[in-house]
Structure formats: C-alpha cells, structure tokens
C-alpha cells in the first residue's frame, strides 16, 4: 500500500474547484441582489422606468452608443454575455440583430425579459456561465459584453469563450475595468492609506471594495494579453462618470463625504492632466478568418479618450503595440 500524503500548505485540484466554486457564488449573490444599477437607477419595472433607466445610462456613459454601434448588428447573429437590465440588448433587438443573452443571475434575466416583452421585441435569453458558453464553436457575428468579465473568477477562460463562439471574421466588442484609474485610487485612499494600511495592492482593493467580491482589474497590455489570439485588437480607455464624480458611485458607495467631493472635485483639470486614467477599457477586435501562415502576430493598437464636456468625447489618439 502507498500512502499519499498532502505537504503543508499545499491545495489538491478539487481545493481549487471548491474555491472557485465559491467565488463564483458570491458573485452571484452579490448580483442577485440588484441588478447592476437597479438601486440607481430604475425607479419602476414598467415601459417608462426601463426608458427612463436607458436614458440615465446613455447620458453617464455616452461612450457605449459608438462603441456598440446597435444598428450595425441588424441581421446578425449576436450574443450579450451579461444582460443586466437590458438596456443594451433591447437596442440590440430594435436594431434587429438575431439576439441570444446570457446572464449568471436570473434577476438580470428577468428584467431583459420583461423589458423586451414590454417593448414587442424578441430574444433568446437564459442564465448562463461566461466561462462555460452553451453555444458551439463558430456561433455568432458578434459578441458582446459591457463590464462583465472582470466580475467571473476566471476571466481569461471567458475571454477564451468569447473567442469560440465567434465564427471566423467575427467580432467581439468588450468592456473590462482598468487597475490604474481614478476610481481605484478613490478606493485606495480611502481604504488603504486612510486605514494605515499605505501596502495594500489595487488589485486588493478592487477584489474588496469595488461591486461584487473579486472584482478585477487590468493593465491595457494585459487586457490585449486577454484577446492574444485575436486579430485588429484596439483598446481604448474612458474616463467615466465614477472617474469623475460626477454620478452616484455605484451600489456600495454612499455617505456625505462622497456628496461633498462631488461638489469640489475639480473635473476639468482631471480632463487636461489624467485623461488615460479612466476606469473603462473598451476592447474590440476579430476572429482571425484563417490561422496565420507568416507567424505574424496579430496588429492591436492601443488608444485613450476622455470625457469632455456634456456627453462629447474627445478624438482617440491610438497608437501601435508591437
């Protein structure tokens, strides 16, 4: 008989799937509670509270209309991973995409289904996993994702699954959070610096104190890391309102030190100074047709927008990574 025994401090492969397991769990808790921005923002579940709710998200975040570019999916085949409230999939539906949604909260389901049911509109929604797509290879035209996959522990293997359900040509368009932006340093003064704690790591703070446990956050290289085998990959970071104070600071977040801020925050220097401080990271590229043949690797550019004044953007200035 051989014994097997465990070192110290060591994990057996089904610690880790325990562990995943519960993390994935509490994400789901956390969003099951509210939807993302339902505390915020959606004052009633009826045809004016869901217009009311787009209209909110559309003037805070003016960026997620070009990006998204709803009536350029009209005829597609299109998957949202993270539906949410569903503001983002019913302009996909008028748009007349051919839709499927996901979400790993039946909330977030509910809502997208009553508001399309509200509005005449149709699509093909169910609870799903981010990192488990139940869709075949080569599925769809598009996919897409707003502030989603940082969430799920396993954020590569949701990049991975995104990738594998588009079909050649395809394309994915995806928000992820950006470690080095205001938000986070908001966060990190506030619960590290002001708690003596100066050591702690962004990513600490992210996982603990930005929307549900585990939140993530990356560099832009490890985000193009993310899509490596993708081709056209662009990034473009925001500042958005959380950046700037110029909203609600989400559902976890409240108190008359916020309210102050907001009144003294001094949003056009941060326009002029920190413009490539923003917490959104906008991502889109392609499904390569057909596997290189040169060994090439694929081109990604890189870019930075702000806020300007009102809803208005300022002109990207993308440049090459090798």
Same mark, same amino acid.
């Given at each position: 008989?051989?014994?097997?025994?465990?070192?110290?401090?060591?994990?057996?492969?089904? @610690?880790?799937?325990?562990?995943?397991?519960?993390?994935?769990?509490?994400?789901?808790?956390?969003?099951?509670?509210?939807?993302?921005?339902?505390?915020?923002?959606?004052?009633?579940?009826?045809?004016?509270?869901?217009?009311?709710?787009?209209?909110?998200?559309?003037?805070?975040?003016?960026?997620?209309?070009?990006?998204?570019?709803?009536?350029?999916?009209?005829?597609?085949?299109?998957?949202?991973?993270?539906?949410? %409230?569903?503001?983002?999939?019913?302009?996909?539906?008028?748009?007349?995409?051919?839709?499927?949604?996901?979400?790993?909260?039946?909330?977030?389901?509910?809502?997208?289904?009553?508001?399309?049911?509200?509005?005449?509109?149709?699509?093909?929604?169910?609870?799903?996993?981010?990192?488990?797509?139940? +869709?075949? @290879?080569?599925? +769809?035209?598009?996919?897409?994702?707003?502030?989603?996959?940082?969430?799920?522990?396993?954020?590569?293997?949701?990049?991975?699954?995104?990738?594998?359900?588009?079909?050649?040509?395809?394309? +994915?368009?995806?928000?992820?959070?950006?470690?080095?932006?205001?938000?986070?340093?908001?966060?990190?003064?506030?619960?590290? %610096? %002001?708690?003596?704690?100066? +050591?702690?790591?962004?990513?600490?703070?992210?996982?603990?104190?930005?929307?549900?446990?585990?939140?993530?956050?990356?560099?832009?290289?490890?985000?193009?890391?993310?899509?490596?085998?993708?081709?056209?990959?662009?990034?473009?970071?925001?500042?958005?309102?959380?950046?700037?104070?110029?909203?609600?600071?989400?559902?976890?977040?409240?108190?008359?030190?916020?309210?102050?801020?907001?009144?003294?925050?001094?949003?056009?220097?941060?326009?002029?100074? %920190?413009?490539?401080?923003?917490?959104?990271?906008?991502?889109?590229?392609?499904?390569?047709?057909?596997?290189?043949?040169?060994?090439?690797?694929?081109?990604?550019?890189?870019?930075?927008?702000?806020?300007?004044?009102?809803?208005?953007?300022?002109?990207?200035?993308?440049?090459?990574?090798?």
């Amino acid at each position: 008989m051989i014994a097997v025994v465990r070192a110290v401090g060591a994990s057996a492969p089904g @610690d880790h799937m325990v562990e995943h397991a519960t993390a994935k769990g509490r994400v789901q808790r956390f969003w099951n509670e509210a939807a993302c921005g339902e505390n915020l923002y959606l004052f009633s579940v009826d045809r004016e509270g869901y217009s009311r709710q787009a209209a909110d998200r559309y003037a805070l975040e003016p960026f997620i209309e070009p990006f998204a570019d709803f009536r350029s999916a009209s005829g597609k085949k299109v998957l949202e991973i993270g539906v949410g %409230l569903g503001a983002d999939h019913q302009r996909f539906a008028e748009a007349g995409a051919e839709l499927y949604g996901i979400d790993l909260t039946e909330r977030a389901v509910a809502h997208a289904r009553r508001r399309l049911s509200m509005f005449g509109l149709r699509s093909r929604l169910a609870v799903g996993d981010a990192e488990s797509l139940s +869709f075949p @290879d080569g599925a +769809f035209a598009l996919v897409y994702s707003w502030g989603v996959i940082h969430h799920t522990p396993d954020t590569p293997r949701a990049a991975a699954e995104i990738l594998r359900v588009l079909e050649p040509g395809g394309t +994915f368009k995806v928000m992820i959070y950006q470690r080095r932006s205001l938000v986070g340093l908001m966060l990190w003064v506030r619960y590290a %610096l %002001l708690r003596l704690r100066p +050591f702690t790591t962004m990513d600490a703070i992210y996982a603990a104190h930005l929307e549900s446990p585990g939140t993530k956050a990356y560099s832009v290289r490890e985000a193009a890391a993310l899509f490596a085998g993708a081709a056209d990959v662009r990034i473009t970071t925001v500042l958005t309102h959380g950046d700037l104070l110029a909203s609600g600071a989400g559902q976890r977040h409240r108190g008359l030190a916020l309210t102050v801020a907001r009144r003294v925050f001094p949003r056009a220097l941060v326009r002029k100074l %920190l413009p490539g401080w923003g917490l959104f990271m906008l991502i889109s590229g392609r499904k390569p047709a057909a596997p290189s043949i040169t060994g090439e690797p694929s081109r990604q550019t890189i870019g930075r927008q702000t806020t300007a004044r009102g809803p208005a953007l300022a002109a990207a200035n993308d440049h090459g990574v090798a």
